[in-house]
Protein backbone atom coordinates (compact mmCIF):
# COMPACT_ATOMS: atom_id res chain seq x y z
CA UNK A 1 0.00 0.00 0.00
CA UNK A 2 1.66 3.31 -0.89
CA UNK A 3 0.04 6.93 0.16
CA UNK A 4 1.54 10.04 0.83
CA UNK A 5 1.08 10.89 4.65
CA UNK A 6 -0.37 13.90 6.10
CA UNK A 7 2.75 15.80 7.64
CA UNK A 8 0.55 18.13 9.46
CA UNK A 9 1.52 17.75 13.15
CA UNK A 10 -2.33 16.89 14.96
CA UNK A 11 -1.27 18.55 18.02
CA UNK A 12 -1.43 21.84 16.38
CA UNK A 13 -4.84 21.82 14.80
CA UNK A 14 -7.49 23.36 16.40
CA UNK A 15 -10.29 21.49 17.97
CA UNK A 16 -12.47 22.44 15.22
CA UNK A 17 -10.58 21.24 13.26
CA UNK A 18 -9.56 17.74 14.81
CA UNK A 19 -13.46 16.64 15.12
CA UNK A 20 -13.76 17.40 11.51
CA UNK A 21 -10.77 15.28 11.07
CA UNK A 22 -12.08 12.40 13.43
CA UNK A 23 -15.47 12.82 11.48
CA UNK A 24 -13.46 12.21 8.39
CA UNK A 25 -11.40 9.07 9.43
CA UNK A 26 -14.14 8.04 11.05
CA UNK A 27 -16.28 7.97 7.91
CA UNK A 28 -13.46 6.55 5.95
CA UNK A 29 -12.94 3.58 7.83
CA UNK A 30 -17.10 2.97 7.83
CA UNK A 31 -16.42 3.53 4.52
CA UNK A 32 -13.25 0.97 3.72
CA UNK A 33 -15.28 -1.31 5.68
CA UNK A 34 -18.00 -1.55 2.83
CA UNK A 35 -15.42 -2.30 0.59
CA UNK A 36 -14.39 1.09 -0.86
CA UNK A 37 -10.44 0.89 -1.62
CA UNK A 38 -10.33 5.19 -1.97
CA UNK A 39 -11.46 5.32 1.73
CA UNK A 40 -9.04 2.62 2.76
CA UNK A 41 -6.38 4.58 1.44
CA UNK A 42 -7.59 7.85 3.31
CA UNK A 43 -7.72 6.30 6.19
CA UNK A 44 -4.07 5.03 6.58
CA UNK A 45 -3.01 8.06 5.13
CA UNK A 46 -5.13 10.11 7.82
CA UNK A 47 -3.73 8.35 10.66
CA UNK A 48 -0.95 6.93 10.18
CA UNK A 49 1.08 9.83 11.89
CA UNK A 50 -0.87 9.56 15.02
CA UNK A 51 -0.09 5.80 14.72
CA UNK A 52 3.57 6.00 14.57
CA UNK A 53 3.95 8.90 17.09
CA UNK A 54 2.22 6.65 19.65
CA UNK A 55 3.80 3.44 19.43
CA UNK A 56 6.72 5.15 18.93
CA UNK A 57 6.99 6.59 22.59
CA UNK A 58 4.90 3.95 23.96
CA UNK A 59 7.10 1.06 22.90
CA UNK A 60 10.45 3.08 23.32
CA UNK A 61 11.66 1.52 20.69
CA UNK A 62 11.98 3.71 17.47
CA UNK A 63 13.47 1.23 15.74
CA UNK A 64 10.28 -0.76 16.23
CA UNK A 65 7.81 1.80 15.47
CA UNK A 66 7.37 1.08 11.13
CA UNK A 67 7.07 -2.63 12.55
CA UNK A 68 4.48 -1.85 15.07
CA UNK A 69 2.47 0.75 12.61
CA UNK A 70 2.07 -1.83 10.61
CA UNK A 71 1.08 -4.41 12.43
CA UNK A 72 -2.05 -2.51 13.60
CA UNK A 73 -3.02 -1.63 10.37
CA UNK A 74 -3.08 -5.01 9.17
CA UNK A 75 -4.90 -5.60 12.44
CA UNK A 76 -6.92 -3.02 11.89
CA UNK A 77 -7.51 -3.47 8.44
CA UNK A 78 -8.71 -7.20 9.04
CA UNK A 79 -10.82 -6.16 11.70
CA UNK A 80 -12.87 -3.50 9.94
CA UNK A 81 -15.76 -5.52 9.41
CA UNK A 82 -16.25 -5.02 13.23
CA UNK A 83 -15.96 -1.36 13.47
CA UNK A 84 -19.42 0.02 13.86
CA UNK A 85 -18.39 3.86 14.67
CA UNK A 86 -19.44 4.12 17.99
CA UNK A 87 -15.87 5.87 19.22
CA UNK A 88 -13.44 7.64 16.47
CA UNK A 89 -12.19 5.55 13.97
CA UNK A 90 -8.92 7.30 15.63
CA UNK A 91 -9.24 5.90 19.40
CA UNK A 92 -10.46 2.74 17.96
CA UNK A 93 -7.29 2.39 15.92
CA UNK A 94 -5.06 3.74 19.03
CA UNK A 95 -6.52 0.48 20.98
CA UNK A 96 -5.05 -1.83 18.26
CA UNK A 97 -2.01 0.03 18.06
CA UNK A 98 -2.30 -0.35 22.33
CA UNK A 99 -2.62 -4.32 21.85
CA UNK A 100 0.15 -4.11 19.20
CA UNK A 101 2.85 -2.49 21.72
CA UNK A 102 1.45 -5.09 24.73
CA UNK A 103 2.06 -7.84 22.31
CA UNK A 104 5.31 -7.02 21.12
CA UNK A 105 6.49 -6.89 24.84
CA UNK A 106 5.54 -10.01 25.48
CA UNK A 107 6.96 -11.79 22.37
CA UNK A 108 10.20 -9.54 23.40
CA UNK A 109 10.19 -10.57 27.19
CA UNK A 110 12.10 -14.16 26.70
CA UNK A 111 15.07 -12.61 24.48
CA UNK A 112 17.39 -9.36 25.52
CA UNK A 113 16.31 -6.02 25.13
CA UNK A 114 18.58 -3.46 23.34
CA UNK A 115 19.27 -0.36 25.37
CA UNK A 116 20.56 2.00 22.42
CA UNK A 117 19.11 2.84 19.20
CA UNK A 118 20.48 4.28 16.00
CA UNK A 119 18.23 6.46 15.33
CA UNK A 120 16.43 8.17 18.34
CA UNK A 121 16.80 11.81 16.93
CA UNK A 122 15.20 10.88 13.41
CA UNK A 123 12.24 9.47 14.97
CA UNK A 124 11.64 12.09 17.45
CA UNK A 125 11.99 14.72 15.48
CA UNK A 126 9.22 13.18 13.17
CA UNK A 127 6.90 12.09 15.47
CA UNK A 128 7.25 15.62 18.13
CA UNK A 129 5.85 19.14 17.69
CA UNK A 130 7.68 21.74 16.91
CA UNK A 131 7.68 25.30 18.79
CA UNK A 132 7.34 23.55 22.35
CA UNK A 133 10.15 25.81 24.97
CA UNK A 134 12.69 22.86 26.05
CA UNK A 135 12.16 20.49 23.05
CA UNK A 136 14.25 21.49 20.39
CA UNK A 137 16.36 18.62 20.33
CA UNK A 138 14.21 15.49 19.61
CA UNK A 139 16.38 12.93 20.97
CA UNK A 140 16.29 15.00 24.20
CA UNK A 141 12.20 14.36 23.98
CA UNK A 142 12.92 10.65 23.43
CA UNK A 143 14.68 10.06 26.21
CA UNK A 144 13.17 12.08 28.96
CA UNK A 145 10.02 10.55 27.73
CA UNK A 146 11.82 7.05 28.36
CA UNK A 147 12.40 7.14 31.48
CA UNK A 148 8.53 8.22 32.54
CA UNK A 149 6.11 6.03 34.37
CA UNK A 150 4.46 3.85 31.79
CA UNK A 151 0.67 5.35 32.43
CA UNK A 152 2.17 8.88 32.89
CA UNK A 153 4.30 8.85 29.15
CA UNK A 154 1.32 7.31 27.71
CA UNK A 155 -0.93 9.56 28.70
CA UNK A 156 1.24 12.48 28.08
CA UNK A 157 2.11 10.92 24.27
CA UNK A 158 -2.15 10.82 23.51
CA UNK A 159 -2.50 13.91 24.53
CA UNK A 160 0.54 16.49 23.87
CA UNK A 161 1.87 14.56 20.95
CA UNK A 162 -0.88 12.36 19.32
CA UNK A 163 -3.40 15.43 20.05
CA UNK A 164 -6.23 13.40 21.36
CA UNK A 165 -9.15 14.98 23.75
CA UNK A 166 -8.66 14.01 27.48
CA UNK A 167 -12.05 12.48 27.50
CA UNK A 168 -10.62 10.10 24.79
CA UNK A 169 -7.44 9.55 26.19
CA UNK A 170 -9.45 7.93 29.01
CA UNK A 171 -11.47 5.80 27.02
CA UNK A 172 -8.34 4.16 25.22
CA UNK A 173 -6.66 3.85 28.91
CA UNK A 174 -9.60 2.58 30.68
CA UNK A 175 -9.57 5.46 33.20
CA UNK A 176 -11.21 8.62 34.40
CA UNK A 177 -10.18 11.76 32.76
CA UNK A 178 -9.25 12.91 35.75
CA UNK A 179 -6.80 10.45 36.13
CA UNK A 180 -5.82 11.01 32.60
CA UNK A 181 -4.94 15.02 33.80
CA UNK A 182 -3.38 14.02 36.62
CA UNK A 183 -1.02 11.66 34.92
CA UNK A 184 -0.14 14.23 32.15
CA UNK A 185 0.65 16.90 34.23
CA UNK A 186 2.53 14.94 36.63
CA UNK A 187 4.54 13.96 33.33
CA UNK A 188 5.22 17.48 32.45
CA UNK A 189 6.34 18.21 35.52
CA UNK A 190 8.63 15.67 35.39
CA UNK A 191 9.89 16.90 32.41
CA UNK A 192 9.99 20.48 33.21
CA UNK A 193 12.47 19.30 36.04
CA UNK A 194 14.34 16.69 34.30
CA UNK A 195 14.83 19.50 31.87
CA UNK A 196 16.34 21.55 34.86
CA UNK A 197 18.54 19.93 35.95
CA UNK A 198 20.43 18.44 32.30
CA UNK A 199 20.37 23.06 31.91
CA UNK A 200 21.69 22.86 35.35
CA UNK A 201 24.29 20.16 34.48
CA UNK A 202 25.03 21.95 30.89
CA UNK A 203 28.93 22.70 30.56
CA UNK A 204 29.47 26.65 30.82
CA UNK A 205 29.12 27.59 27.49
CA UNK A 206 27.25 24.74 26.06
CA UNK A 207 24.33 26.96 24.57
CA UNK A 208 26.93 30.11 22.83
Known amino acids: MSVAY ?7 RTSDEKAY ?3 STTAWALAARDGDPAAVENFVRALH ?3 RTYVTYLSADPQAADDLAQDTFLRALGSLHRFEGRSS ?5 LSIARRAVIDSYRHASARPRLADTD ?3 TVAEFAQPRGRLG ?4 IALAELLEALPDERREAFVLTQLVGLPYAEAAELGDCP ?3 VRSRVARARSSLIESLREAERAAPVGAAA
Open 119 to 121: DWQ
Open 49 to 51: RDV
Open 177 to 179: VGT
Open 6 to 12: DETPHAA
Open 135 to 138: FEEG
Open 21 to 23: ADE
Open 89 to 93: ARTWL
